[in-house]
């Protein structure tokens, strides 16, 4: 089988520094090949001129519309050309970037990798990265829904011009951040340094990477700040019945897919030696067997749910009724919208 291309998504508010972090990366002696697929909102770029240092960067554009809609199927092209050219032997790459517009939901792209076949088939997401301006983020965020989004949706959110803010300011960013994603990392980067190790290949939107990768994976959340986005975690100590798990989610993804940004979790499933993992963008979900539970481990389900206005009460109440003790064939869970 041939190996995956990992891509990472780097999105973020506009001025928040995706591209002053992208230069970095481009210009680290870090021995990695990587093709950049850029895109600007407005007709023309200056991003090329500012990011190309040599002849051996692959860098693509994509002008004239934001790549969470109107170019959509420009992305797929491009990165069915870019594979194309690589099997060929014409470029060389061990690694694609995508620096979303500032007024780009990431969702979209991301979805590309779930529903694309041409796409999955050669490629694999890696991660999103959220670039957040500490100095204008709490505006930001309270008069633009993009920006709750971006962090929304994030594997890892970077936070920049933190030396703008005092430590009171940040931490109330930090605490707001958290409310609306509580699964994703935070980390502070200065004019674009950040380790590579933090950033590329961390497997973020890999659903058995969740317990390895992220020890800290559902942690307690801060309180909510009124923003439309949130984020809350469900636990569940009892043994859960999986067919009723995933008909209740399935109902739920057509009922409120398209506010449901991202969940994903771990299943302590009745009579399953492993863990059963899944995650989803939107409407888009899927699962697979993790890794067994050891000896004397502590067995319990958590789920973790993004996004924008989501029923909290409802999917708890259902989600309880999904334990074995109480799910049986003849009781479906009901879902209301």
């Known amino acids: 089988m041939t190996e995956l291309i990992p891509v990472t998504i780097i999105t973020g508010f506009l001025g928040s520094g995706k591209t002053t972090m992208l230069k970095r990366i481009l210009q680290g002696d870090h021995g990695m090949r990587i093709a950049v697929i850029e895109n600007e909102f407005a007709a023309e770029s200056i991003d090329h001129g500012l990011l190309v240092q040599d002849s051996d960067e692959q860098i693509v554009e994509m002008n004239n519309g934001c790549i969470c809609c109107s170019v959509r199927g420009d992305l797929i092209r491009i990165l069915g050309e870019l594979h194309a050219r690589r099997q060929a032997g014409t470029i060389g790459f061990d690694h694609v970037i995508i620096e979303t517009t500032g007024l780009a939901a990431p969702g979209p792209v991301a979805q590309t990798f779930f529903a694309e076949p041409s796409i999955s088939e050669f490629y694999m997401l890696d991660a999103i990265l959220t670039v957040v301006d500490a100095r204008h983020a709490q505006q930001q965020l309270t008069a633009h829904k993009e920006a709750q989004e971006q962090v929304g949706f994030a594997d890892r959110i970077l936070l920049s011009k933190t030396d703008l803010v005092s430590k009171d300011e940040l931490a109330a960013l930090r605490q707001r951040l958290v409310a609306i994603n509580g699964r994703a990392s935070i980390q502070k980067v200065s004019f674009g340094n950040v380790p590579l190790r933090d950033i590329l290949n961390i497997r973020g939107f890999n659903l058995n990477a969740i317990v390895e990768l992220e020890p ?21 100590s009892q043994p859960l019945n999986l067919l009723q798990v995933e008909n209740f989610l399935d109902a739920v993804v057509q009922l409120f897919g398209a506010q449901l940004m991202r969940y994903k979790g771990i299943l302590y499933v009745a009579d399953l030696p492993c863990r059963a993992v899944f995650q989803g963008v939107h409407m888009l979900m899927g699962s697979e067997l993790g890794a067994p539970w050891r000896d004397g481990e502590t067995r319990a389900s958590k789920i973790i749910f993004i996004g924008r206005d989501l029923p909290q009460d409802m999917l708890i109440r259902g989600l309880d009724r999904c334990v074995v003790a109480l799910a049986t064939a003849d009781s479906p869970v009901e879902v209301a919208a």
């Open 216 to 236: 800290d994976f559902l942690g307690e959340l801060g309180h909510r700040h009124g923003d439309g986005v949130q984020s809350f975690v469900y636990h569940q």
